[in-house]
C-alpha cells in the first residue's frame, strides 16, 4: 500500500524540494501503517499520529521555523479536535454509542497541523466518498444491507486521503 501510494504521488511531487519528496515519502509509509492496522483492528497507533506530527513540525521548521506559524499550525487542529470531542459525547448521549473513535480524532488534529483546516475538509470529503464505496462494496460482497450502525474503518480511509491532499492539493492548505 505504502508503494501505491508513492507511485500515486510521484507525478504531483516531481521537481519539488527535496523535503517535501522525503517528507511525501514518509507520509506513504504512515498512511500505509495507519490504514491497515486500522482495518485490521479498528485502532489507530499513537506511534503512527506521532509520526504525522513529526512530518508536520519539519515541514513547519523547514519551511519557515517561526513560532508564530507553528501556533498557527497547532492551534486549530487542536480546536477541531475539542470539536470533534464534543461532537462524540453529544452524538453518543444522544444515539447510544460512538460515532467516530479518538484514534480518527487524533489523526484529523495532526492532518490539520500538516495541511490546514481547508485541506483537512478536503481529507474528510476524499475519506468519505471512499468509506462509502468500501461500505457498499463490502455490503454486495458479504450480501447484506448497509446499515448505519456498521463500524467503519474511518482512518483506512482517513490516512491515505491526507497523502492525496499532501500531494496533490497544496492550494488547499
Known amino acids: 500500500m505504502a508503494f501505491t ?3 500515486g504521488t510521484v507525478p504531483a ?3 519539488s524540494p527535496a523535503f517535501f519528496v522525503a517528507s511525501t515519502l514518509a507520509l506513504c509509509f504512515l498512511a500505509a501503517a495507519i490504514a491497515v492496522h486500522d482495518l485490521a483492528s479498528l485502532l489507530i497507533p499513537d506511534r503512527y499520529t506521532a509520526g504525522i506530527l513529526v512530518v508536520a513540525l519539519a515541514d513547519w521548521w523547514f519551511q519557515s521555523g517561526d513560532f508564530a506559524a507553528l501556533v498557527w499550525r497547532i492551534v486549530p487542529g487542536g480546536a477541531l479536535m475539542l470539536l470533534l470531542c464534543l ?3 453529544a452524538y453518543g448521549r444522544l444515539r447510544g454509542r460512538d460515532g467516530i473513535g479518538f484514534g480518527d480524532i487524533k489523526l484529523i ?3 490539520a497541523a500538516l495541511v490546514g483546516l481547508a485541506g483537512v475538509g478536503a481529507q474528510i ?3 468519505s466518498v471512499a468509506a462509502l464505496i468500501f461500505s457498499v462494496i463490502r455490503a454486495v460482497r458479504l450480501r447484506r444491507p448497509l446499515r448505519g450502525a456498521a463500524r467503519v474503518p474511518f482512518g483506512t480511509f482517513l490516512a491515505p486521503a491526507l497523502v492525496v491532499v499532501w500531494a496533490w492539493l497544496p492550494a488547499a492548505w
Open 109 to 111: 488534529g495532526v492532518s
Open 13 to 15: 511531487v516531481i521537481g
Open 5 to 7: 501510494l508513492a507511485v
Open 87 to 89: 461532537f462524540d459525547v
Open 125 to 127: 470529503m476524499l475519506a
